[in-house]
């Protein structure tokens, strides 16, 4: 039973498919997709994961109700963390009415202590929207290219950001998330950064974008 869900875990779904825990047969999100012309296949073998997806990333979904309820959603978070995925962990989170009081600290877990990428989403329905973007998106487009809040990370954005002293791949993840553009977090000012990263971090970025080039006078 363990090699089975080993493999289950690393399988990549066909283009168009998406691999979806069967605890998710019945609801809104799966009538959406199917609604999108996305394809299912149902597994019950998945552990943590409700989702894999067509370009080897797969999903935790956090709703609404775990946040509030405070339910064993941190346990699962790390669960996730520590699987033997090759897939690119990617948290959905709902941030709503109801949650958002608890958002930020939900965030903080998510990124800045488990080191995984963080996607807020209004419910299922825009949950379902940006999986079937995903999916229908080859893998090779970023489907959040148009969404200013959220995009999946260009690792060369990534490495990039990496290399400013005192940031390392948690803060990077953070302020790309923040930032829509890599142009916004070079013109953001260190009371912009402060929030996310901390003081020290905040005018370490701030100097290593508005230092004085070698080209210069």
Not at 79 to 100: A, G, I, M, P
Not at 159 to 181: D, E, N, T, W, Y
């Amino acid at each position: 039973m363990e090699t089975k869900a080993a493999a289950v875990l690393n399988a990549v779904p066909p283009y168009g498919h998406v691999i979806t825990s069967e605890k998710w047969r019945n609801s809104s999100l799966i009538q959406s997709l199917k609604g999108g012309g996305v394809k299912i296949l149902f597994e019950s073998e998945l552990g943590v994961v409700d989702f894999h997806l067509p370009n080897k990333s797969c999903i935790l979904y956090v709703s609404e109700c775990d946040i509030i309820a405070a339910s064993s959603y941190k346990r699962k978070l790390v669960r996730y963390r520590n699987s033997s995925s090759s897939f690119q962990e990617l948290v959905l989170v709902e941030n709503t009415r109801l949650s958002e009081q608890y958002f930020s600290a939900v965030q903080k877990f998510v990124v800045f202590d488990l080191g995984l990428t963080l996607l807020p989403v209004s419910g299922q329905t825009e949950a379902s929207q940006l999986i079937t973007q995903i999916v229908n998106g080859g893998g090779r487009e970023n489907p959040f290219r148009r969404r200013s809040s959220i995009q999946l990370l260009d690792p060369l954005v990534l490495a990039l950001v990496q290399q400013v002293p005192g940031v390392g791949r948690v803060k990077a993840l953070a302020l790309l998330q923040h930032f829509s553009s890599i142009q916004q977090l070079c013109n953001a000012a260190p009371t912009e950064l402060e929030p996310i990263v901390g003081q020290a971090a905040a005018q370490q970025i701030h100097n290593f974008f508005h230092r004085p080039t070698a080209a210069g006078t």
